[in-house]
Structures are given as structure tokens and as C-alpha cells.
């Protein structure tokens, strides 16, 4: 359902408000990258399941239930975005999320999801 202005009045100081809060068009562009990444469910069970501890790519394919190849093109693409990092011990790579930041977004998306 489309809605449309009964009168056609633009607001010009709220609008000029509004602008010089937004962010620079290369911000936004990149915050929709972000979040493009949630909207995947082989990535969001990877991250949601990182959220609790960090795992190596046999622990996550084990606990996914996909390929070993999915997991480790599905971990480059959250590396690529900065939501995973990973630690080498050994020969094994562990994985957990990057930072407190991708923490935060998995705890309000997950109350936000559970209202």
C-alpha cells in the first residue's frame, strides 16, 4: 500500500535537518553491505553460533550441517566484512567474531527478532 500526501507540503527545514545528519552516500552504501551480510542463514548461523564461542571451520561445518567448502566461502565473505577474524594455532584456524560491535548487532537483532 502506497501512501500518498493528502496536502503537498514540503518541510523544508525538517528536510534540511534530516540531510546534514545523514551520512556520506559512501556510508550508507557501506552499512548496506553490512547488513547485506545478515541476510544470509549459512552466515548468520556461523555468526550466531561464534556469538557463543570461537570454532574452527570442522567445528562449524559439524555444527551447520554443510560442506567444509560452504563454511570456508561463507567465513571468507564475513572476514571480508570484518564481522569474523580468525587466529592460527597449529595448523588449525579458529574463528570468532571480529570485535564487541558485531557482538551488539547480534544482541539487538536477536531481541529484536524475539519481541
Do not use: W
Not at 570461537?54 to 567465513?75: N, P, W
Not at 557482538?103 to 524475539?114: A, D, M, S
Request: hydrophobic share 40%.
Amino acid at each position: 500500500m502506497i501512501t500518498k500526501c493528502e496536502v503537498n507540503v514540503v518541510h523544508n527545514q525538517v528536510l534540511d535537518l534530516v540531510k546534514s545528519k545523514l551520512p556520506p552516500d559512501e556510508q550508507i552504501y557501506d552499512l548496506a553491505e553490512l547488513f547485506k551480510n545478515f541476510g544470509d542463514s549459512t552466515r548468520a548461523k556461523i555468526m550466531l553460533s561464534l556469538f557463543e564461542h570461537e570454532l574452527c571451520v570442522c567445528d562449524i561445518t559439524s555444527l551447520i550441517g554443510v560442506t567444509q567448502s560452504a563454511i570456508s566461502h561463507q567465513l571468507k565473505i564475513l572476514r571480508q566484512a570484518k564481522l569474523v577474524k580468525a587466529r592460527k594455532k597449529g595448523k588449525e584456524v579458529f574463528y570468532s567474531l571480529a570485535d564487541k560491535h558485531v557482538v551488539t548487532i547480534i544482541q539487538q537483532g536477536l531481541e529484536h527478532v524475539c519481541e
